[in-house]
Every structure is written in C-alpha cells, then in structure tokens.
C-alpha cells in the first residue's frame, strides 16, 4: 500500500464504535501506516485493534494502549472522539459539563506529551465547544484545531436529493453554518439542485415553503432521528468524515465541506464554530460566508447561542476568562 505519510495518527476513543470505524478508515484510504489508537477501557481497544489485525492491512503498524502519554507521544494528527456518547433524549449541549473536562484534559494533554501536532480534529458534542476548551488548553495555533461540522451540511444535501429524487451529488453547496447543533444556521442561497438554484425552487410547487421548513427541521434534528432509528448515536458518517479532514490536511489538497474553527473575526469574539473555510497543509483558513441577510442573522443567533455554553463553561472553572486565554495559550 502507497501511504500518504508515515506520521503518527492518533485515535481517542478508540474502543468505541465511531474510534473503531476511525482507524479502519485510516488504513483503508492509506493516510498512514502508523496508527495508534487510544481508549481507557482496555478490553475495547484491544478488541478494536484486533478487528484491525484480521482485516491484514498491508504495512499497517497499528498499535494500541490505555496509556494517553504512550498514545500522545511523537503524534501529529490526532482525531479525538473520547467524549460520553449521546443517547437518546438528549440535547448535544446536555453534554457540556462532562465532556468540557475531557476537553481541558485533552488540551493539557496534548501541550504535554505532543506540542509539535500537525492537525486535531475534535468530534465529541457539543463539538464547538469541546474544541474550543482543547484549544485553549492545548496551546496550538488556531489553525491546529477543527471540529466536525460537515455531517449537519452532508444532511442538507441529503435531504434535498431525496426530496427531489436526484442523486446526491447532484446536489452542490450545501452549507449549514455556525453551532453543530439545533441553532445552526442552514443557507439555501447556496445551494443547487443539478444547477438549479435552491432559491429559485423554495416557494413553487417543486419545494413549497412549508415543505423546506420541515425539511430544514430534518437537517437539525439529523443527528437525532438517527439516534431514534438505531438505538444509537451516528458513527459511521462522523467516523468518514473526521478522517476525510485529516486526509485533506495531509494531502494540502482540501476538503469540501465546512469545518469548526476559532473565529475571532468578522464580529465575533473568541468562539469556536463552523464557517466557509479550507483545509490546506498549515491547518483551518477560514472566511466569513456570504449569504442572504436572514442567513447572516442566522449565523449570529447561532454564534450567540455558542457564546452562552462558552459562558457557561468559565462559569464552572473549564475555561479562564476571556482575558485571561493568552496566558494558558500564546497563539490567541
């Protein structure tokens, strides 16, 4: 197999489903032979890795520990998905606490046994705001540090492909922006459907607007119907889609879709949260989106919900002040 890199690539949360499904996905699109995944529950990680040994992947170094120092050391890319799952009835803000201090950890972790890491992408909910806390405790360029924020967009196009009975990449653009969760800001003004543009079919008789509404429903409450249908929260997308953004950084060649960075620009301060951005080899670049005035709107509304559980997470101790962040990370 021609790898990509021979960098070390890390797996958190490697015992579990979406972890587990992560390094096969590694080798699979030959990122690199040297994965390591990590877990605190032994018996699962090992069980992981021994799927991964049966599947015989050509010159695949794929090793395993309950150690986060063994797992950290001399890593550059890292996909952490070690936070508690959601289940159903839950919210991904009904996370916060637990996983905000999996996050500080994470974050001193990595300014500890790994500083020189390349790319982190952070997945477990609320995602914004896990990323967010391991940035600041990480002390990494900004540009180190992205969340998964495609799957609420890939639900867009999906959606709409079903709706109109097209294939789904017939679908382009798809953009839903600001918090991984139900305030996300969904832009139809960039969307087509086979070059049609979606603002030219909301209000007819192909997508009425009560239709887009409850489709628009959908695409936020994605992540749920999954859990309703499943017994389980999803794993096989997020699992694609976070390795699909570490590829895009090794290659320096992109990625399609919209990823969570810090934003501290264009009107708002010290957040973590989805914009139009690119992956390149130097990590997350991103852009203010353009889109109609009610989508701007949106994308603040979106952005102020974030800045509450931000708010919420210096209230219980997990984040300094915001004034206060340079001294745990120069980079911001």
Request: charged share 20%; hydrophobic share 35%.
């Amino acid at each position: 197999m021609a790898y990509l890199t021979d960098d070390k690539v890390v797996i958190l949360g490697a015992g579990g489903a979406i972890g587990s499904n992560m390094m096969q996905a590694v080798l699979t699109l030959e990122l690199s032979p040297n994965v390591c995944g990590y877990d605190p529950y032994g018996p699962g990680v090992k069980g992981a890795a021994e799927e991964m040994y049966h599947c015989a992947f050509p010159g695949a170094n794929l090793t395993y520990t309950t150690d986060i120092k063994e797992a950290l050391t001399d890593a550059k890319y890292i996909i952490s998905s070690g936070g508690a799952p959601r289940k159903e009835g839950m919210t991904r803000e009904d996370l916060l606490k637990g996983n905000a201090e999996i996050a500080e950890q994470l974050g001193k972790d990595i300014k500890e046994y790994c500083p020189d890491l390349k790319f982190a992408v952070i997945i477990f909910n609320p995602a914004d705001i896990t990323g967010l806390v391991t940035l600041v405790h990480s002390g990494l360029h900004p540009s180190k540090v992205g969340t998964l924020a495609a799957l609420d967009s890939t639900r867009l196009q999906t959606a709409l492909s079903q709706h109109f009975g097209v294939k789904q990449d017939e679908v382009t653009g798809c953009r839903t922006y600001g918090g991984h969760g139900e305030m996300m800001a969904v832009f139809a003004s960039t969307a087509k459907v086979q070059g049609t543009p979606l603002t030219d079919l909301i209000g007819t008789d192909k997508l009425t607007d009560e239709q887009w509404q409850v489709l628009r429903g959908h695409v936020s409450q994605g992540g749920k119907k999954v859990i309703e249908l499943r017994g389980r929260s999803s794993f096989q997308s997020p699992a694609h889609q976070s390795v699909m953004m570490v590829k895009g950084v090794i290659e320096g060649q992109g990625y399609p879709w919209p990823v969570g960075g810090y934003v501290n620009d264009f009107g708002f301060e010290k957040i973590m949260m989805a914009m139009e951005t690119k992956l390149t080899s130097d990590g997350v670049q991103l852009s203010m989106p353009e889109g109609l005035p009610e989508e701007i709107d949106a994308l603040k509304a979106s952005y102020t919900h974030l800045t509450k559980l931000r708010d919420e997470v210096i209230g219980m101790g997990v984040l300094p002040p915001l004034a206060d962040w340079s001294s745990l990370n120069p980079n911001l």
